[in-house]
């Protein structure tokens, strides 16, 4: 089992850039895809980025040249880097992990979600 906890959201203006991360606890992190979603107002939650066992990734169209996804496993955290940032990406963050999903998909473990206001 693994508990996530994320930070790093907040107001940035368009064109700016954020770092999001994604701590994890559990003694087997590193058997774990991660992953960004995100939800916005009135919309469904969306796959953003996936990361696997290995550190191939998979980006969503919308975000793909603007987001970069990374993984620490000796310190068990991912972290989402947003620059160019679009109001469109306004949003609640999740971050997801799963050991049998990679990429877009049914992820077991959520956490909270963090909020990115990306102001015009």
């Known amino acids: 089992q693994v508990q996530l906890v994320e930070s790093g959201g907040g107001l940035v203006q368009a064109g700016g850039s954020l770092r999001l991360s994604c701590a994890a606890s559990g003694r087997t992190f590193s058997n774990y895809a991660m992953a960004w979603f995100r939800q916005a107002p009135g919309k469904e939650r969306e796959f953003v980025v996936g990361?696997?066992?290995?550190?191939?990734?998979t980006y969503a169209d919308s975000v793909k040249g603007r987001f970069i996804i990374s993984r620490d496993n000796a310190n068990k955290m991912v972290h989402l880097q947003m620059n160019s940032l679009k109001p469109e990406d306004t949003a609640v963050y999740y971050c997801a992990a799963d050991t049998a999903v990679v990429g877009p998909g049914k992820y077991k473990y959520w956490g909270q979600g963090t909020q990115v206001t990306v102001s015009s």
């Open positions: 990361i696997s066992w290995i550190g191939g990734t």
